[in-house]
């Protein structure tokens, strides 16, 4: 079944950790992002990928670094986790059309402490 | 500077009664918007976008350029809409999507 994954769901890990935020889609889509969101606050679009070998940064400046080695796979590291970077995280793809609509995963809730 | 505002934290409504999700923009083009929304315990997900033109759960939303408005509304609320709505401005050339801080609407029995 086509869908967007994201593992882990929910994370606790202490500061100076290096983490992963795993990112998959059965979509066949080639656009990915990744979206930052405090609670109560907007999405802000942190990084983006129109396809393999393609990475931008998004509005949002972030520590966070992706790849996309793999049409399906967009994975958000961080190399030493701090408390600042706590906060949802939201992996979503779309379509190579303009108007495309983005399709977004279930989050990823990072608390690091 | 490209901006949402929803000027609305919370929107607590009882059922059967309209209902009104306000979402203001600016940009300097030609926008695109749309309402997201996120049910409890559920992704976020496309309700509906202004050139559909389509009412979608009997929600409807109307794009204003002169206000720079596109609120969301529906005539009789029910429980089942209770959610986090979002407003978004697509600009830019690769698909960003600019999103409001949301509005939570609560209907009450």
């Known amino acids: 079944e086509a869908d967007i994954y994201q593992t882990p769901r929910y994370l606790v890990i202490g500061t100076g950790k290096k983490i992963t935020l795993e990112c998959s889609q059965t979509m066949g889509h080639d656009k990915m992002y990744w979206y930052q969101q405090d609670p109560g606050m907007e999405l802000h679009l942190i990084h983006y990928?129109?396809?393999?070998?393609?990475?931008e940064k998004g509005d949002l400046s972030s520590e966070s670094t992706v790849s996309r080695i793999r049409t399906e796979h967009f994975p958000l590291t961080l190399e030493s986790a701090r408390p600042s970077h706590t906060s949802q995280y939201l992996c979503a793809s779309s379509g190579l059309g303009g108007a495309s609509e983005q399709y977004f995963g279930p989050g990823t809730r990072l608390t690091v402490t | 500077a490209q901006r949402v505002t929803q000027p609305e934290k919370l929107l607590s409504v009882f059922k059967g009664a309209p209902v009104e999700l306000k979402c203001n923009y600016s940009?300097?083009?030609?926008?695109?918007l749309f309402w997201y929304v996120q049910y409890s315990r559920q992704r976020l997900q496309l309700l509906l976008r202004h050139i559909s033109r389509e009412s979608i759960k009997g929600f409807t939303a109307d794009l204003n350029k002169g206000e720079t408005s596109f609120h969301l509304k529906k005539p009789f609320a029910q429980e089942e809409d209770s959610a986090m709505y979002y407003c978004?401005?697509?600009?830019?050339?690769?698909?960003?999507?600019?999103f409001g801080a949301g509005t939570r609407l609560a209907v009450h029995p």
């Open positions: 978004a401005l697509r600009g830019g050339g690769y698909n960003k999507l600019i």
């Open positions: 940009y300097s083009g030609s926008p695109e």
């Open positions: 990928s129109y396809g393999v070998n393609s990475t």
